[in-house]
């Protein structure tokens, strides 16, 4: 079993000059998940990028954080919709 490894949203949060409120809004609308450990709050280090970006999507465009789960979804549908017509045109190939 691979160890998993973690950031402190407090570190996360001065990295970025943010609030750590901001990262427990984002972990409200669903779009980081923060474990709690020993009195700490923790952010696993492959939620790092989505954070990230919602954190972007949330201050640099001034979009507020239902905005930022809803672009998210979105963009989560298209990637499945762009990994299914990938798969298809694999299947397609097959029969020409």
């Known amino acids: 079993m691979q160890q998993q490894e973690y950031v402190s949203v407090t570190e996360f949060c001065i990295g970025h000059s ?5 990262i427990n809004q984002l972990n409200e609308f669903g779009l980081v998940s923060i474990i709690e450990r020993s009195d700490s709050s923790y952010i696993p280090m492959e939620e790092l990028p989505m954070a990230e970006k919602a954190l972007r999507l949330h201050t640099d465009l001034n979009i507020n954080l239902e905005g930022v789960e809803v672009i ?19 299947k397609l190939s097959l029969y020409e």
């Open 72 to 90: 998210t979804r979105l963009l989560e549908r298209i990637e499945e919709a762009n990994e299914e017509m990938r798969r298809l045109k694999n």
């Open 18 to 22: 943010i609030s750590t409120t901001v």
